[in-house]
């Protein structure tokens, strides 16, 4: 896959990791997302449906295997944290290459 796009959004307590792949004629998105609140904290790769309408998930990493990585005083943070979401996101980046063959 060829990575196309990535975007890293911090506010207050919420990091968010998104990159944009190519992967033949396809589109994958994998979000990671580290909530302040473990529930609302997410990782998922998507492709996007051939019409540009919806987005279809492909693969989920539970919270539950990287939430509390994240975790630290704020000066080390937010390094820390975008470190552990782009590991994430690399793992999730592979799953949806193999998934889509």
Known sequence: MQL?????ENKDSRTTLTRVYHHGVEIVRVQVERDGYKPQSYARAAVLARDRSAW???AVTPADGWY???QGPVEVRLPKRVTRLAAVADELAKRAELILG
């Open 56 to 58: 279809t998930v492909l």
């Open 68 to 70: 509390a990585d994240c």
């Open 4 to 8: 196309i796009d990535e975007t890293i």
